[in-house]
């Protein structure tokens, strides 16, 4: 995690709890969230849960918060930017009669929409607004 990058963002006002979605924890969870692309993982690696983390994502004034929850999801690192979002997918295994007949490639758009909320939470298609 000391390379993925920071996500600016204003955290999630709310009651400030030791156990709770402090501002620490909220920074930290999107750093892992980069590196990760989990929300699973990187809630867990705060000490909290996948269901409270899409919970404060939906809270009054979690704009920000969520800006860079999609910024980090589309974050790329350097190295492996050459390969288009468009492009990657994941294998999904057919079944019929509960037998395995085969695979396919299942490509996902939400990849490209969330590289693209990214880049403009960042600034770099500010020539589209």
């Not at 000391?2 to 009651?15: A, C, L």
């Not at 920074?27 to 409270?52: N, Q």
């Not at 983390?53 to 704009?63: C, P, S, V």
């Amino acid at each position: 995690m000391d390379d993925s990058p920071d996500f600016p963002f204003d955290p999630v006002p709310g009651r400030t709890r030791a156990d709770g979605w402090t501002a620490e924890r909220q920074r930290l969870f999107v750093r892992h969230l980069a590196e990760t692309r989990s929300v699973s993982r990187s809630a867990a690696a705060v000490g909290m849960s996948r269901e409270t983390a899409y919970r404060l994502r939906r809270r009054a004034g979690a704009r920000s918060f969520a800006a860079a929850w999609d910024a980090a999801l589309a974050f790329r690192p350097s190295g492996d930017a050459c390969e288009p979002a468009w492009l990657r997918s994941r294998t999904e295994t057919l079944n019929v009669g509960g037998k395995v007949v085969g695979e396919r490639r299942v490509y996902d758009r939400r990849i490209l929409v969330n590289l693209l909320r990214g880049m403009i939470a960042r600034g770099e298609l500010d020539f589209l607004r």
